[in-house]
T-cell receptor, first 112, second 114 residues
Framework: EAQVTQNPRYLITVTGKKLTVTCSQNMNHEYMSWYRQDPGLGLRQIYYSMNVEVTDKGDVPEGYKVSRKEKRNFPLILESPSPNQTSLYFC???????????FGPGTRLTVL | AQSVTQLDSQVPVFEEAPVELRCNYSSSVSVYLFWYVQYPNQGLQLLLKYLSGSTLVKGINGFEAEFNKSQTSFHLRKPSVHISDTAEYFCAVRSEGGSEKLVFGKGTKLTVNP
């Protein structure tokens, strides 16, 4: 089954404790992206990647890092999480920049 | 840089009534346009997209949208809604050249009442 998986689905952590949210897709898609969703703000793009080793900033990259060492994986790293990064995070992938994006189920992160 | 405005944050309608969810965009270059739907506690799913060609685009679940370049709009319509259409709908835009960013609107919550 074609899908995008994210782990963990829920995470409560404390300020400053490094964490990684994993994202994996099984569709051989080149394009992958991370978004955060906040009430009243819609989805905002954090980072995107057009292929292995090619990443670029979206609209809200501060406080986040990404890497794309393999085509299928695109982890999101928060080196020193802060409460303003409490949000619902979505990973997405598509075959190309105009392809239909497939979204993961989301990761709800709470930073205390 | 491009931007997207969804003019209504909430739209309540009765079952079997028609609905229009409005989306306007701003961009200095040609764009590609998308509508996504998010059902409660789920990820987003593509409803339809405009890349080129016919300005009337048909999508899944009976939805359609019309691209109007002169009014920079991409409104989503359905002639008769069902309770199951209750969801949040997002309009998104990507530039034809240059930036790879996909910019979303803030969303419109459609509530279909019996």
């Amino acid at each position: 089954e074609a899908q995008v998986t994210q782990n963990p689905r829920y995470l409560i952590t404390v300020t400053g404790k490094k964490l990684t949210v994993t994202c994996s897709q099984n569709m051989n898609h080149e394009y992958m992206s991370w978004y955060r969703q906040d009430p009243g703000l819609g989805l905002r793009q954090i980072y995107y990647s057009m292929n292995v080793e090619v990443t670029d900033k979206g609209d809200v990259p501060e406080g986040y890092k990404v890497s794309r060492k393999e085509k299928r994986n695109f982890p999101l790293i928060l080196e020193s999480p802060s409460p303003n990064q409490t949000s619902l995070y979505f990973c997405a992938s598509s075959l190309g920049r105009l392809g239909s994006q497939y979204f993961g189920p989301g990761t709800r992160l709470t930073v205390l | 840089a491009q931007s997207v405005t969804q003019l209504d944050s909430q739209v309540p309608v009765f079952e079997e009534a028609p609905v229009e969810l409005r989306c306007n965009y701003s961009s200095s270059v040609s764009v590609y346009l998308f509508w996504y739907v998010q059902y409660p506690n789920q990820g987003l799913q593509l409803l339809l997209k405009y890349l080129s060609g016919s300005t009337l685009v048909k999508g899944i679940n009976g939805f359609e949208a019309e691209f109007n370049k002169s009014q920079t709009s991409f409104h989503l319509r359905k002639p008769s809604v069902h309770i199951s259409d209750t969801a949040e709908y997002f309009c998104a835009v990507r530039s034809e050249g240059g930036s790879e960013k996909l910019v979303f609107g803030k969303g419109t919550k459609l509530t279909v009442n019996p």
